[in-house]
């Protein structure tokens, strides 16, 4: 399984991004797609979650702020994120975990 996580870039606070994770190869293996975000000196945190059946999860601090979606006929998870706060930058990967299938991340830099 290859996942190609995209779309980010830098902002301002209160500004809005839409990542997208376009997944290949054996994808009968996948049953959930998650975010995750890293910055330097903190652990790696998931950000959202949402199997192949559509269920969703949130960390609480993207609550209300951050939708997960899929699209099926196009093997690609999103990620909007809207009301970007500067504590959300980071640098943001998908991953199938459940397999051990990272993708490479994509930075997000939110200014204040």
């Known amino acids: 399984v290859q996942l190609q996580a995209s779309g980010g870039g830098f902002v301002q606070a209160g500004d809005y991004l839409k990542l997208s994770c376009a997944l290949s190869?054996?994808?009968?293996?996948?049953?959930?797609v998650g975010w995750y975000r890293q910055t330097p000196g903190k652990e790696r945190e998931m950000v959202a979650s949402?199997?192949?059946?559509?269920?969703?999860k949130y960390e609480d601090l993207v609550k209300g702020r951050f939708t997960i979606s899929r699209d099926n006929a196009k093997d690609t998870v999103y990620l909007q994120m809207n009301s970007l706060k500067s504590d959300d930058t980071a640098v943001y990967h998908c991953?199938?975990?459940?397999?051990?299938?990272w993708g490479k991340g994509t930075q997000v830099t939110v200014s204040s």
């Open positions: 949402i199997t192949t059946g559509g269920t969703t």
């Open positions: 190869g054996s994808l009968f293996m996948v049953k959930s």
């Open positions: 991953a199938n975990a459940e397999n051990g299938y």
